[in-house]
C-alpha cells in the first residue's frame, strides 16, 4: 500500500472512531482534515442525498476511486457525479445494475430497487 493511500484510510479511521465514540473533542479535531479536503464531507441535507452519501459517497465524492478515476477521462468537474447535469436517472440505474467501466455492478441486496431510484432520481436533478 503507498504511505498516502494509508495516511488517508489512516485519518478516516480516526475521525470515524471519534465520531462513533462520541468524543467531542477527539471528533472536532478530526474534522480539521475534512476541512483541508483529506477527508470527504459525509453530511447531507435531505433524504435523498443522505443515501447517496451512505451507499455512493466512499467512491463518487472527493478523493473517492470512482470519481479519480473519471477525472483522468474527463474534466474533473465532471467527475464528481453530483455536480453534473448530464446524467439521467435511467442511465443511473442501468450503470449501477450493470456496472460500467471499472465500477462493478451493485446488487439488490446491497442498494434496493427504491433507494436506487432515490439516488438516480437525486443524481439527474444535479446533486445538492
Given at each position: 500500500?503507498?504511505?498516502?493511500r494509508f495516511l488517508s484510510l489512516a485519518l478516516l479511521a480516526a475521525c470515524a472512531t471519534a465520531t462513533a465514540c462520541?468524543?467531542?473533542?477527539a471528533a472536532e479535531n478530526a474534522s480539521a482534515p475534512a476541512q483541508r479536503g483529506f477527508i470527504q464531507d459525509r453530511s447531507s441535507s435531505s433524504p435523498a442525498e443522505a443515501l447517496f452519501v451512505e451507499k455512493c459517497s466512499m467512491c463518487h465524492r472527493a478523493h473517492g476511486m470512482g470519481t479519480i478515476i473519471l477525472?483522468?477521462?474527463?474534466?474533473p468537474e465532471r467527475a464528481m457525479l453530483e455536480s453534473r447535469d448530464d446524467l439521467t436517472a435511467d442511465y443511473v440505474r442501468q450503470a449501477v445494475r450493470s456496472g460500467i467501466g471499472n465500477m462493478p455492478r451493485i446488487s439488490?441486496?446491497?442498494?434496493?430497487?427504491?433507494?436506487?431510484a432515490t439516488i438516480a432520481d437525486y443524481l439527474a436533478e444535479?446533486?445538492?
Amino acid at each position: 500500500m503507498k504511505p498516502r493511500r494509508f495516511l488517508s484510510l489512516a485519518l478516516l479511521a480516526a475521525c470515524a472512531t471519534a465520531t462513533a465514540c462520541g468524543d467531542d473533542d477527539a471528533a472536532e479535531n478530526a474534522s480539521a482534515p475534512a476541512q483541508r479536503g483529506f477527508i470527504q464531507d459525509r453530511s447531507s441535507s435531505s433524504p435523498a442525498e443522505a443515501l447517496f452519501v451512505e451507499k455512493c459517497s466512499m467512491c463518487h465524492r472527493a478523493h473517492g476511486m470512482g470519481t479519480i478515476i473519471l477525472a483522468r477521462r474527463m474534466p474533473p468537474e465532471r467527475a464528481m457525479l453530483e455536480s453534473r447535469d448530464d446524467l439521467t436517472a435511467d442511465y443511473v440505474r442501468q450503470a449501477v445494475r450493470s456496472g460500467i467501466g471499472n465500477m462493478p455492478r451493485i446488487s439488490r441486496g446491497e442498494v434496493s430497487d427504491a433507494q436506487l431510484a432515490t439516488i438516480a432520481d437525486y443524481l439527474a436533478e444535479g446533486g445538492p
